[in-house]
Protein backbone atom coordinates (compact mmCIF):
# COMPACT_ATOMS: atom_id res chain seq x y z
CA UNK A 1 0.00 0.00 0.00
CA UNK A 2 2.69 2.39 0.81
CA UNK A 3 4.82 1.28 -2.08
CA UNK A 4 1.45 2.34 -4.29
CA UNK A 5 1.13 5.57 -2.35
CA UNK A 6 4.50 6.64 -3.17
CA UNK A 7 4.23 5.53 -7.10
CA UNK A 8 1.33 7.71 -7.24
CA UNK A 9 2.89 10.64 -5.67
CA UNK A 10 5.35 10.16 -7.68
CA UNK A 11 3.73 9.66 -10.92
CA UNK A 12 1.22 12.75 -10.30
CA UNK A 13 4.50 14.49 -9.76
CA UNK A 14 5.77 14.10 -12.87
CA UNK A 15 2.01 14.60 -14.71
CA UNK A 16 1.65 17.89 -13.18
CA UNK A 17 5.27 18.80 -14.39
CA UNK A 18 4.06 18.33 -17.48
CA UNK A 19 1.23 20.14 -17.15
CA UNK A 20 2.82 23.01 -15.82
CA UNK A 21 5.43 22.74 -18.34
CA UNK A 22 2.09 22.60 -20.93
CA UNK A 23 0.12 25.25 -19.50
CA UNK A 24 3.04 27.71 -19.16
CA UNK A 25 2.86 28.03 -23.17
CA UNK A 26 6.50 27.04 -23.91
CA UNK A 27 6.86 25.97 -27.35
CA UNK A 28 7.82 21.97 -27.78
CA UNK A 29 11.39 21.20 -26.39
CA UNK A 30 13.03 20.17 -29.56
CA UNK A 31 13.35 16.42 -30.20
CA UNK A 32 9.62 17.09 -29.38
CA UNK A 33 8.61 17.97 -32.77
CA UNK A 34 7.31 15.68 -35.77
CA UNK A 35 8.62 15.53 -39.25
CA UNK A 36 5.44 15.60 -41.95
CA UNK A 37 6.36 14.11 -44.90
CA UNK A 38 4.62 15.71 -48.13
CA UNK A 39 3.22 12.94 -49.71
CA UNK A 40 1.64 12.80 -53.55
CA UNK A 41 -0.59 9.80 -52.89
CA UNK A 42 -4.34 10.46 -52.33
CA UNK A 43 -5.84 11.24 -48.83
CA UNK A 44 -8.15 7.91 -49.87
CA UNK A 45 -5.01 5.83 -50.62
CA UNK A 46 -3.06 6.22 -47.61
CA UNK A 47 -5.97 5.90 -45.16
CA UNK A 48 -6.72 2.57 -47.00
CA UNK A 49 -4.47 1.67 -49.51
CA UNK A 50 -2.20 -0.96 -46.97
CA UNK A 51 0.79 -0.44 -45.30
CA UNK A 52 2.79 0.03 -48.86
CA UNK A 53 1.39 3.35 -49.26
CA UNK A 54 3.07 4.47 -45.78
CA UNK A 55 6.45 2.60 -46.48
CA UNK A 56 8.50 5.71 -47.61
CA UNK A 57 7.46 7.72 -44.68
CA UNK A 58 9.49 8.14 -41.45
CA UNK A 59 8.04 6.64 -38.29
CA UNK A 60 8.51 8.93 -34.89
CA UNK A 61 8.67 6.78 -31.58
CA UNK A 62 6.48 9.12 -29.12
CA UNK A 63 6.71 7.69 -25.76
CA UNK A 64 3.72 7.08 -23.45
CA UNK A 65 3.30 8.15 -19.84
CA UNK A 66 0.52 6.46 -17.65
CA UNK A 67 -1.91 8.53 -16.02
CA UNK A 68 -1.88 8.17 -12.43
CA UNK A 69 -5.13 6.66 -10.36
CA UNK A 70 -7.39 9.77 -10.60
CA UNK A 71 -9.99 8.79 -7.97
CA UNK A 72 -8.85 6.92 -4.71
CA UNK A 73 -11.17 4.07 -5.87
CA UNK A 74 -8.98 3.36 -9.03
CA UNK A 75 -7.49 0.22 -9.03
CA UNK A 76 -3.65 0.60 -9.42
CA UNK A 77 -2.14 0.66 -13.41
CA UNK A 78 1.26 -0.49 -14.89
CA UNK A 79 2.63 0.65 -17.69
CA UNK A 80 2.19 -1.88 -20.50
CA UNK A 81 2.50 0.18 -23.59
CA UNK A 82 5.67 2.25 -23.48
CA UNK A 83 5.44 3.87 -27.15
CA UNK A 84 3.39 4.55 -29.81
CA UNK A 85 5.04 4.46 -33.40
CA UNK A 86 3.39 8.06 -35.12
CA UNK A 87 4.14 8.60 -38.99
CA UNK A 88 2.60 11.87 -40.56
CA UNK A 89 1.58 13.10 -44.34
CA UNK A 90 -0.25 16.00 -45.42
CA UNK A 91 -1.79 15.56 -49.07
CA UNK A 92 -4.86 16.65 -50.70
CA UNK A 93 -6.35 19.23 -47.99
CA UNK A 94 -5.58 17.10 -45.72
CA UNK A 95 -2.68 15.50 -42.81
CA UNK A 96 -3.10 11.84 -42.28
CA UNK A 97 -1.49 10.19 -39.26
CA UNK A 98 -0.89 7.22 -38.38
CA UNK A 99 -0.54 5.48 -34.63
CA UNK A 100 0.57 2.02 -34.23
CA UNK A 101 1.47 0.39 -31.13
CA UNK A 102 1.56 -3.12 -29.40
CA UNK A 103 -1.02 -3.96 -27.09
CA UNK A 104 -0.90 -7.97 -27.31
CA UNK A 105 -4.82 -7.96 -25.99
CA UNK A 106 -7.43 -6.61 -28.49
CA UNK A 107 -10.55 -5.70 -26.86
CA UNK A 108 -13.11 -4.81 -29.53
CA UNK A 109 -16.02 -6.67 -30.09
CA UNK A 110 -18.64 -5.93 -32.81
CA UNK A 111 -21.83 -4.36 -31.77
CA UNK A 112 -24.86 -6.37 -32.97
CA UNK A 113 -27.09 -3.87 -35.28
CA UNK A 114 -30.08 -2.32 -33.96
CA UNK A 115 -32.70 -2.51 -36.15
CA UNK A 116 -34.35 0.97 -37.20
CA UNK A 117 -37.65 -0.28 -35.63
CA UNK A 118 -38.96 0.77 -32.27
CA UNK A 119 -38.10 -1.74 -29.79
CA UNK A 120 -41.33 -1.98 -28.67
CA UNK A 121 -42.39 -3.10 -32.24
CA UNK A 122 -39.71 -5.79 -32.38
CA UNK A 123 -40.45 -9.52 -30.37
CA UNK A 124 -36.47 -9.05 -29.41
CA UNK A 125 -34.43 -6.67 -28.94
CA UNK A 126 -30.91 -6.56 -29.07
CA UNK A 127 -29.07 -7.53 -25.67
CA UNK A 128 -26.53 -6.61 -23.44
CA UNK A 129 -23.52 -9.10 -23.39
CA UNK A 130 -21.40 -7.75 -20.85
CA UNK A 131 -21.59 -4.82 -18.80
CA UNK A 132 -17.54 -4.90 -17.46
CA UNK A 133 -15.30 -4.64 -20.64
CA UNK A 134 -13.84 -1.31 -22.11
CA UNK A 135 -12.24 -1.13 -25.58
CA UNK A 136 -9.22 -0.48 -26.82
CA UNK A 137 -9.01 3.25 -28.32
CA UNK A 138 -6.95 5.87 -29.81
CA UNK A 139 -6.99 10.04 -30.34
CA UNK A 140 -5.29 12.57 -31.52
CA UNK A 141 -5.75 16.04 -30.04
CA UNK A 142 -4.87 19.41 -31.32
CA UNK A 143 -5.66 23.28 -30.11
CA UNK A 144 -8.84 23.98 -31.54
CA UNK A 145 -7.02 27.88 -32.28
CA UNK A 146 -4.24 26.74 -34.21
CA UNK A 147 -3.34 30.63 -34.40
CA UNK A 148 -2.74 30.67 -30.88
CA UNK A 149 1.15 31.03 -31.38
CA UNK A 150 3.63 29.61 -28.97
CA UNK A 151 0.75 28.92 -26.48
CA UNK A 152 0.60 25.25 -25.89
CA UNK A 153 -2.77 24.45 -24.28
CA UNK A 154 -3.14 22.49 -21.24
CA UNK A 155 -2.88 18.33 -21.95
CA UNK A 156 -5.97 18.02 -19.60
CA UNK A 157 -8.07 18.64 -22.57
CA UNK A 158 -7.04 21.86 -22.62
CA UNK A 159 -8.41 25.10 -20.92
CA UNK A 160 -11.52 27.47 -21.60
CA UNK A 161 -9.18 30.08 -23.32
CA UNK A 162 -7.48 26.97 -25.26
CA UNK A 163 -10.05 24.82 -26.48
CA UNK A 164 -8.66 21.54 -27.97
CA UNK A 165 -10.41 19.41 -30.64
CA UNK A 166 -9.94 15.62 -30.25
CA UNK A 167 -10.45 12.89 -33.02
CA UNK A 168 -11.10 9.75 -31.11
CA UNK A 169 -11.38 6.64 -31.99
CA UNK A 170 -12.80 3.21 -30.32
CA UNK A 171 -11.96 -0.12 -31.24
CA UNK A 172 -15.77 -1.47 -30.92
CA UNK A 173 -17.52 1.96 -31.48
CA UNK A 174 -15.75 3.57 -34.46
CA UNK A 175 -14.72 7.66 -34.99
CA UNK A 176 -15.90 10.60 -32.98
CA UNK A 177 -15.07 13.87 -33.13
CA UNK A 178 -14.82 15.65 -29.53
CA UNK A 179 -14.53 19.15 -28.73
CA UNK A 180 -13.05 19.85 -24.44
CA UNK A 181 -11.95 22.98 -22.63
CA UNK A 182 -10.81 21.57 -19.80
CA UNK A 183 -10.70 18.26 -17.66
CA UNK A 184 -14.40 17.28 -17.48
CA UNK A 185 -15.67 19.18 -20.38
CA UNK A 186 -15.43 16.66 -23.36
CA UNK A 187 -18.27 16.66 -25.61
CA UNK A 188 -19.55 14.72 -28.54
CA UNK A 189 -20.13 16.77 -31.71
CA UNK A 190 -22.05 14.03 -33.15
CA UNK A 191 -19.66 14.61 -36.60
CA UNK A 192 -17.17 11.73 -37.01
CA UNK A 193 -13.92 11.43 -39.30
CA UNK A 194 -12.50 9.00 -41.95
CA UNK A 195 -9.80 6.70 -40.21
CA UNK A 196 -8.67 3.09 -40.94
CA UNK A 197 -7.94 0.61 -38.01
CA UNK A 198 -6.03 -2.68 -38.24
CA UNK A 199 -4.82 -4.94 -35.15
CA UNK A 200 -2.57 -7.90 -36.69
CA UNK A 201 0.33 -10.09 -34.70
CA UNK A 202 -0.26 -8.18 -31.62
CA UNK A 203 -0.31 -4.63 -33.38
CA UNK A 204 -2.59 -1.85 -33.75
CA UNK A 205 -2.42 0.34 -36.61
CA UNK A 206 -4.79 3.05 -36.99
CA UNK A 207 -4.90 6.00 -39.29
CA UNK A 208 -6.62 9.36 -38.84
CA UNK A 209 -7.83 11.77 -41.75
CA UNK A 210 -7.91 14.91 -40.34
CA UNK A 211 -7.95 18.22 -41.49
CA UNK A 212 -4.18 20.07 -42.94
CA UNK A 213 -3.17 21.50 -39.97
CA UNK A 214 -0.66 24.83 -40.14
CA UNK A 215 3.43 23.81 -39.39
CA UNK A 216 3.93 24.36 -35.43
CA UNK A 217 0.65 23.09 -34.25
CA UNK A 218 0.89 20.81 -31.71
CA UNK A 219 -0.65 17.19 -31.31
CA UNK A 220 -0.77 14.95 -28.55
CA UNK A 221 -1.37 11.50 -28.78
CA UNK A 222 -3.70 9.08 -26.38
CA UNK A 223 -4.18 5.17 -26.22
CA UNK A 224 -6.13 3.56 -23.91
CA UNK A 225 -6.07 -0.23 -23.36
CA UNK A 226 -9.54 -1.84 -23.23
CA UNK A 227 -8.05 -5.05 -20.72
CA UNK A 228 -6.65 -2.50 -18.70
CA UNK A 229 -10.40 -1.29 -17.60
CA UNK A 230 -8.92 1.85 -19.33
CA UNK A 231 -11.87 5.04 -20.49
CA UNK A 232 -11.81 8.18 -19.06
CA UNK A 233 -8.39 9.60 -18.21
CA UNK A 234 -7.45 6.64 -16.96
CA UNK A 235 -5.27 6.16 -20.56
CA UNK A 236 -1.76 6.37 -21.95
CA UNK A 237 -1.02 10.03 -23.04
CA UNK A 238 1.68 11.73 -24.99
CA UNK A 239 3.25 14.95 -24.08
CA UNK A 240 2.70 17.81 -27.20
CA UNK A 241 4.78 17.57 -30.27
CA UNK A 242 5.49 20.22 -32.73
CA UNK A 243 4.60 19.85 -36.27
CA UNK A 244 7.65 20.67 -38.21
CA UNK B 1 -29.26 20.16 -1.28
CA UNK B 2 -32.49 19.90 -3.16
CA UNK B 3 -35.45 22.37 -2.38
CA UNK B 4 -37.53 19.50 -2.27
CA UNK B 5 -36.94 15.24 -2.01
CA UNK B 6 -39.12 12.83 -3.22
CA UNK B 7 -39.11 9.52 -1.07
CA UNK B 8 -40.71 5.88 -0.92
CA UNK B 9 -41.53 3.84 1.86
CA UNK B 10 -42.27 0.10 1.55
CA UNK B 11 -44.18 -1.43 4.61
CA UNK B 12 -42.32 -5.04 4.35
CA UNK B 13 -45.07 -6.63 6.13
CA UNK B 14 -47.35 -5.94 3.27
CA UNK B 15 -45.13 -7.44 0.64
CA UNK B 16 -46.41 -10.24 -1.37
CA UNK B 17 -43.55 -10.73 -3.69
CA UNK B 18 -46.05 -10.78 -6.59
CA UNK B 19 -43.55 -8.90 -8.80
CA UNK B 20 -46.24 -6.79 -10.24
CA UNK B 21 -43.74 -3.77 -9.39
CA UNK B 22 -41.19 -5.13 -11.56
CA UNK B 23 -43.33 -5.80 -14.45
CA UNK B 24 -44.73 -1.98 -14.37
CA UNK B 25 -41.70 -0.93 -14.36
CA UNK B 26 -39.93 -2.96 -17.06
CA UNK B 27 -42.81 -2.61 -19.69
CA UNK B 28 -42.96 1.34 -18.95
CA UNK B 29 -38.57 1.78 -18.86
CA UNK B 30 -36.51 -0.96 -19.91
CA UNK B 31 -38.17 -2.79 -22.68
CA UNK B 32 -35.53 -1.09 -24.85
CA UNK B 33 -32.36 -2.51 -26.88
CA UNK B 34 -29.96 -3.34 -24.40
CA UNK B 35 -31.87 -3.36 -21.31
CA UNK B 36 -33.03 -7.08 -20.83
CA UNK B 37 -31.04 -7.88 -17.81
CA UNK B 38 -32.02 -4.55 -16.12
CA UNK B 39 -34.67 -4.41 -13.21
CA UNK B 40 -34.49 -0.99 -11.93
CA UNK B 41 -37.17 -2.62 -10.12
CA UNK B 42 -36.53 -6.03 -8.28
CA UNK B 43 -38.14 -7.85 -5.46
CA UNK B 44 -35.52 -10.13 -3.96
CA UNK B 45 -36.05 -12.82 -1.34
CA UNK B 46 -34.00 -11.87 2.08
CA UNK B 47 -32.34 -13.18 2.98
CA UNK B 48 -30.60 -14.50 -0.09
CA UNK B 49 -28.12 -13.27 -2.82
CA UNK B 50 -29.92 -10.63 -4.19
CA UNK B 51 -29.61 -8.85 -7.49
CA UNK B 52 -26.75 -8.09 -8.67
CA UNK B 53 -26.10 -11.37 -6.79
CA UNK B 54 -24.22 -10.37 -3.38
CA UNK B 55 -24.35 -6.56 -4.52
CA UNK B 56 -24.52 -5.85 -0.44
CA UNK B 57 -21.09 -7.11 -0.32
CA UNK B 58 -19.73 -6.13 -3.14
CA UNK B 59 -18.34 -2.14 -2.12
CA UNK B 60 -19.22 1.28 -2.63
CA UNK B 61 -20.87 4.04 -0.76
CA UNK B 62 -18.82 6.60 1.60
CA UNK B 63 -17.00 5.60 4.76
CA UNK B 64 -15.16 8.89 6.70
CA UNK B 65 -15.61 10.88 3.46
CA UNK B 66 -14.30 9.16 0.61
CA UNK B 67 -15.47 7.14 -1.85
CA UNK B 68 -15.11 3.13 -1.05
CA UNK B 69 -13.57 1.02 -4.03
CA UNK B 70 -15.78 -1.80 -5.87
CA UNK B 71 -15.56 -4.42 -8.48
CA UNK B 72 -18.36 -4.18 -11.59
CA UNK B 73 -21.07 -6.87 -10.86
CA UNK B 74 -20.78 -9.35 -13.89
CA UNK B 75 -23.45 -10.31 -16.18
CA UNK B 76 -23.22 -13.56 -14.19
CA UNK B 77 -24.11 -11.53 -11.11
CA UNK B 78 -27.06 -9.86 -12.96
CA UNK B 79 -28.29 -12.84 -15.21
CA UNK B 80 -27.91 -13.05 -18.86
CA UNK B 81 -31.47 -12.20 -20.34
CA UNK B 82 -32.71 -14.69 -22.35
CA UNK B 83 -35.16 -15.57 -24.77
CA UNK B 84 -36.70 -18.89 -25.76
CA UNK B 85 -37.00 -20.63 -29.02
CA UNK B 86 -40.73 -20.15 -29.88
CA UNK B 87 -39.79 -19.92 -33.93
CA UNK B 88 -37.90 -22.87 -34.26
CA UNK B 89 -41.09 -24.93 -32.13
CA UNK B 90 -44.18 -23.05 -33.47
CA UNK B 91 -42.89 -21.51 -36.72
CA UNK B 92 -40.41 -24.24 -38.15
CA UNK B 93 -41.86 -26.93 -36.55
CA UNK B 94 -38.64 -28.41 -35.12
CA UNK B 95 -39.63 -30.86 -32.93
CA UNK B 96 -37.98 -29.73 -29.98
CA UNK B 97 -39.02 -28.06 -26.77
CA UNK B 98 -39.54 -24.60 -25.90
CA UNK B 99 -35.63 -23.78 -24.56
CA UNK B 100 -34.60 -20.44 -23.46
CA UNK B 101 -31.29 -19.32 -24.60
CA UNK B 102 -28.34 -18.72 -23.24
CA UNK B 103 -29.01 -21.25 -20.68
CA UNK B 104 -29.84 -19.60 -17.31
CA UNK B 105 -27.70 -19.90 -14.65
CA UNK B 106 -28.82 -16.77 -12.56
CA UNK B 107 -31.19 -14.24 -12.67
CA UNK B 108 -32.86 -11.54 -11.08
CA UNK B 109 -34.92 -13.59 -8.84
CA UNK B 110 -32.99 -16.93 -8.59
CA UNK B 111 -33.15 -17.71 -5.28
CA UNK B 112 -37.13 -16.68 -4.80
CA UNK B 113 -38.44 -17.87 -1.59
CA UNK B 114 -35.47 -20.09 -0.25
CA UNK B 115 -34.68 -17.55 1.91
CA UNK B 116 -32.47 -18.70 5.54
CA UNK B 117 -32.83 -21.24 8.48
CA UNK B 118 -33.67 -19.71 11.72
CA UNK B 119 -32.16 -22.73 14.16
CA UNK B 120 -34.63 -25.42 12.45
CA UNK B 121 -37.45 -23.12 10.90
CA UNK B 122 -37.09 -21.41 7.40
CA UNK B 123 -38.00 -17.59 7.23
CA UNK B 124 -37.87 -15.16 4.68
CA UNK B 125 -39.12 -11.89 3.64
CA UNK B 126 -39.26 -9.78 0.28
CA UNK B 127 -37.36 -6.71 -0.64
CA UNK B 128 -38.56 -4.74 -3.41
CA UNK B 129 -35.78 -1.91 -4.08
CA UNK B 130 -35.50 0.67 -6.55
CA UNK B 131 -32.74 3.58 -6.88
CA UNK B 132 -32.62 5.53 -2.96
CA UNK B 133 -31.99 8.73 -4.95
CA UNK B 134 -29.65 9.62 -2.15
CA UNK B 135 -29.31 12.70 -0.61
CA UNK B 136 -25.23 12.49 -0.72
CA UNK B 137 -25.58 10.51 -3.67
CA UNK B 138 -22.18 8.08 -4.16
CA UNK B 139 -22.87 7.86 -7.77
CA UNK B 140 -23.52 11.47 -8.70
CA UNK B 141 -19.61 12.40 -6.73
CA UNK B 142 -17.76 9.22 -9.05
CA UNK B 143 -18.98 10.68 -12.21
CA UNK B 144 -16.16 12.39 -13.94
CA UNK B 145 -18.26 13.59 -16.71
CA UNK B 146 -20.69 15.25 -13.86
CA UNK B 147 -23.46 13.43 -16.18
CA UNK B 148 -25.61 12.47 -12.54
CA UNK B 149 -27.54 15.52 -11.22
CA UNK B 150 -29.63 15.55 -8.50
CA UNK B 151 -32.86 17.56 -9.63
CA UNK B 152 -33.27 20.89 -7.33
CA UNK B 153 -36.99 20.74 -7.61
CA UNK B 154 -37.65 16.92 -5.94
CA UNK B 155 -34.28 15.59 -5.31
CA UNK B 156 -34.66 13.09 -8.10
CA UNK B 157 -31.01 11.59 -9.08
CA UNK B 158 -31.54 11.16 -12.91
CA UNK B 159 -28.59 10.40 -15.06
CA UNK B 160 -27.63 12.98 -18.27
CA UNK B 161 -27.74 10.70 -21.33
CA UNK B 162 -26.25 13.11 -23.45
CA UNK B 163 -23.21 13.87 -21.03
CA UNK B 164 -22.75 9.79 -19.97
CA UNK B 165 -20.17 8.47 -21.59
CA UNK B 166 -20.12 4.80 -20.15
CA UNK B 167 -17.00 4.95 -17.80
CA UNK B 168 -19.58 2.76 -14.83
CA UNK B 169 -17.92 5.03 -12.19
CA UNK B 170 -21.17 5.26 -10.78
CA UNK B 171 -21.72 1.84 -11.06
CA UNK B 172 -18.86 1.05 -8.47
CA UNK B 173 -19.57 3.88 -6.38
CA UNK B 174 -23.41 3.05 -5.69
CA UNK B 175 -23.38 1.04 -2.72
CA UNK B 176 -26.63 -0.19 -3.87
CA UNK B 177 -25.39 -1.44 -7.19
CA UNK B 178 -28.84 0.18 -8.76
CA UNK B 179 -27.28 1.50 -12.24
CA UNK B 180 -27.13 -0.68 -14.87
CA UNK B 181 -24.85 -0.24 -18.29
CA UNK B 182 -26.49 -0.46 -21.68
CA UNK B 183 -23.61 -2.41 -24.15
CA UNK B 184 -25.63 -0.99 -26.94
CA UNK B 185 -26.15 2.36 -26.20
CA UNK B 186 -22.78 2.65 -24.21
CA UNK B 187 -24.63 4.67 -21.86
CA UNK B 188 -25.39 4.00 -18.26
CA UNK B 189 -29.08 4.20 -16.89
CA UNK B 190 -31.13 3.94 -13.65
CA UNK B 191 -34.35 4.38 -11.74
CA UNK B 192 -35.99 7.84 -12.59
CA UNK B 193 -38.67 7.76 -9.82
CA UNK B 194 -41.21 7.95 -12.60
CA UNK B 195 -40.68 11.67 -13.11
CA UNK B 196 -42.36 12.28 -15.78
CA UNK B 197 -45.59 10.41 -14.41
CA UNK B 198 -44.51 12.80 -11.21
CA UNK B 199 -44.70 15.63 -13.42
CA UNK B 200 -47.94 14.78 -14.56
CA UNK B 201 -49.50 14.27 -11.42
CA UNK B 202 -49.46 10.56 -11.49
CA UNK B 203 -47.67 8.49 -9.20
CA UNK B 204 -44.38 5.70 -9.40
CA UNK B 205 -45.68 3.28 -12.01
CA UNK B 206 -44.38 0.84 -9.49
CA UNK B 207 -46.48 2.69 -6.66
CA UNK B 208 -49.36 2.72 -8.74
CA UNK B 209 -49.46 -1.31 -9.78
CA UNK B 210 -48.79 -2.56 -5.99
CA UNK B 211 -51.68 -4.80 -5.24
CA UNK B 212 -50.18 -4.98 -1.27
CA UNK B 213 -50.57 -1.69 -1.45
CA UNK B 214 -47.04 -1.45 0.50
CA UNK B 215 -45.66 1.91 -1.33
CA UNK B 216 -46.30 4.93 0.22
CA UNK B 217 -45.32 8.43 -2.13
CA UNK B 218 -44.68 11.40 -1.51
CA UNK B 219 -42.29 14.83 -0.82
CA UNK B 220 -40.35 14.46 2.65
CA UNK B 221 -40.75 17.90 3.59
CA UNK B 222 -44.49 18.28 2.91
CA UNK B 223 -45.52 17.60 6.64
CA UNK B 224 -49.03 16.03 5.00
CA UNK B 225 -47.58 13.39 2.96
CA UNK B 226 -47.09 9.50 4.52
CA UNK B 227 -43.83 9.46 3.97
CA UNK B 228 -43.29 12.41 5.91
CA UNK B 229 -45.29 10.91 8.74
CA UNK B 230 -44.44 7.46 8.60
CA UNK B 231 -40.43 8.10 8.68
CA UNK B 232 -40.36 11.66 10.75
CA UNK B 233 -43.40 11.61 12.88
CA UNK B 234 -44.13 7.80 13.64
CA UNK B 235 -40.55 7.21 13.18
CA UNK B 236 -41.61 3.83 12.04
CA UNK B 237 -39.42 3.40 8.53
CA UNK B 238 -35.41 2.71 8.15
CA UNK B 239 -33.50 3.29 4.89
CA UNK B 240 -31.78 -0.36 3.99
CA UNK B 241 -27.62 0.37 5.01
CA UNK B 242 -27.57 3.46 6.15
CA UNK B 243 -23.56 3.17 7.29
CA UNK B 244 -23.33 2.93 3.50
CA UNK B 245 -23.49 7.15 3.73
CA UNK B 246 -25.52 7.73 1.19
CA UNK B 247 -28.62 8.82 3.00
CA UNK B 248 -31.47 7.10 1.00
CA UNK B 249 -34.82 8.37 0.40
CA UNK B 250 -36.24 5.01 0.29
CA UNK B 251 -37.12 3.98 3.50
CA UNK B 252 -38.42 0.17 4.70
CA UNK B 253 -41.03 -0.50 7.40
CA UNK B 254 -39.22 -3.58 8.88
CA UNK B 255 -41.14 -6.97 9.26
CA UNK B 256 -41.76 -7.07 12.63
CA UNK B 257 -44.73 -9.38 13.06
CA UNK B 258 -45.96 -12.61 13.49
CA UNK B 259 -43.48 -14.19 16.57
CA UNK B 260 -42.27 -17.29 15.49
CA UNK B 261 -44.17 -18.62 18.86
CA UNK B 262 -46.51 -17.58 21.55
CA UNK B 263 -49.69 -15.72 21.40
CA UNK B 264 -50.95 -13.19 18.94
CA UNK B 265 -49.19 -10.04 19.82
CA UNK B 266 -46.00 -11.79 21.84
CA UNK B 267 -43.03 -9.30 21.11
CA UNK B 268 -41.35 -10.43 17.65
CA UNK B 269 -38.31 -9.70 20.02
CA UNK B 270 -38.62 -12.82 22.67
CA UNK B 271 -38.63 -15.38 19.74
CA UNK B 272 -38.01 -13.62 16.53
CA UNK B 273 -39.07 -15.56 13.35
CA UNK B 274 -37.05 -13.35 11.58
CA UNK B 275 -33.46 -13.33 13.74
CA UNK B 276 -32.93 -9.43 14.77
CA UNK B 277 -29.52 -9.58 13.68
CA UNK B 278 -30.26 -10.15 10.19
CA UNK B 279 -32.71 -6.75 10.41
CA UNK B 280 -30.18 -5.19 11.83
CA UNK B 281 -27.93 -5.80 9.10
CA UNK B 282 -29.97 -4.51 6.94
CA UNK B 283 -31.76 -1.21 8.30
CA UNK B 284 -29.14 -0.53 11.51
CA UNK B 285 -29.48 -0.64 14.79
CA UNK B 286 -32.47 1.87 14.99
CA UNK B 287 -34.64 -1.19 13.64
CA UNK B 288 -35.00 -2.64 17.29
CA UNK B 289 -36.60 0.73 18.25
CA UNK B 290 -38.41 0.46 15.75
CA UNK B 291 -40.14 -2.74 16.15
CA UNK B 292 -40.70 -1.76 19.78
CA UNK B 293 -42.43 1.39 18.45
CA UNK B 294 -44.71 -0.83 15.95
CA UNK B 295 -45.45 -3.53 18.83
CA UNK B 296 -46.70 -0.45 20.84
CA UNK B 297 -49.08 0.64 18.15
CA UNK B 298 -50.55 -3.06 17.48
CA UNK B 299 -50.65 -3.16 21.30
CA UNK B 300 -52.65 0.22 21.34
CA UNK B 301 -55.20 -1.31 19.01
CA UNK B 302 -55.42 -4.31 20.39
CA UNK B 303 -56.39 -2.78 23.33
CA UNK B 304 -58.98 -1.10 21.30
CA UNK B 305 -58.18 2.08 20.98
CA UNK B 306 -56.64 3.87 17.69
CA UNK B 307 -53.23 4.30 15.87
CA UNK B 308 -52.49 6.90 13.77
CA UNK B 309 -49.44 4.91 12.36
CA UNK B 310 -51.14 1.73 11.62
CA UNK B 311 -54.46 3.35 10.19
CA UNK B 312 -51.47 5.16 7.78
CA UNK B 313 -49.39 1.81 7.02
CA UNK B 314 -53.32 -0.06 5.96
CA UNK B 315 -53.12 2.70 3.30
CA UNK B 316 -56.99 1.85 2.15
CA UNK B 317 -56.78 4.50 -0.69
CA UNK B 318 -54.52 6.35 -3.36
CA UNK B 319 -54.80 9.71 -1.37
CA UNK B 320 -53.44 8.13 1.84
CA UNK B 321 -50.46 6.41 -0.29
CA UNK B 322 -49.73 9.28 -2.51
CA UNK B 323 -49.17 13.04 -2.80
CA UNK B 324 -48.15 13.69 -5.99
CA UNK B 325 -48.61 17.15 -6.76
CA UNK B 326 -47.97 18.18 -11.10
CA UNK B 327 -45.35 20.47 -11.11
CA UNK B 328 -47.28 24.12 -10.55
CA UNK B 329 -45.55 25.78 -13.52
CA UNK B 330 -45.78 23.67 -17.06
CA UNK B 331 -43.17 24.57 -19.39
CA UNK B 332 -45.07 25.53 -22.28
CA UNK B 333 -43.62 24.97 -26.07
Avoid at chain 1, 176 to 201: D, E, H, I, K, W
Wanted: aromatic share 10%; glycine share 8%.
Amino acid sequence: MRIRQLLIIASSVLLLSSMIWAQAGAKPAAGQSLSVAVSSASPDSLLNGGPAAWNQIAVKRVALNRTPPLYDTDEPATLEIQSVDVRTARTGGKLLVELSWRDPTRDAIALADVPDTPPETRFRKVQTEADDRFFDAAAVMFPAKTDSGAIAPSLQMGDAEHPVEIYYWNATRGAMLMQAQGRGTTRRTGQNFPVNSTYQNGQWNVIFELPDLPAGTTVAFAVWNGSQKDRDGRKYFSVWQALE
Amino acid sequence: MSKHQYAMVMDLNKCLGCQTCTIACKKLWTDRDGTGYMYWNNVETRPGLGYPRQWDRIGGGWKDGSLQPSPLPTMDDYGHAWEYNYERRLYEGKKQPVMPSPEPKSGVNWDEDVGGMNEDENYFFYLPRICNHCTHPACLEACPRKAIYKREEDGIVVIDQDRCQGYRYCIKACPYKKIYFNEVTGKSEKCIFCYPRLEKGQVNACAAQCPGRLRFVGLLDDPESPVHKLVLVHKIALPLFPEKGTQPNVFYVPPFNPPKRGNYGSSIQDGPRVPLDYLIYLFGPDVKDVITRLEAELKKTQEGGRSEALQLLIGRDAETRFHVRPQLVQIQL
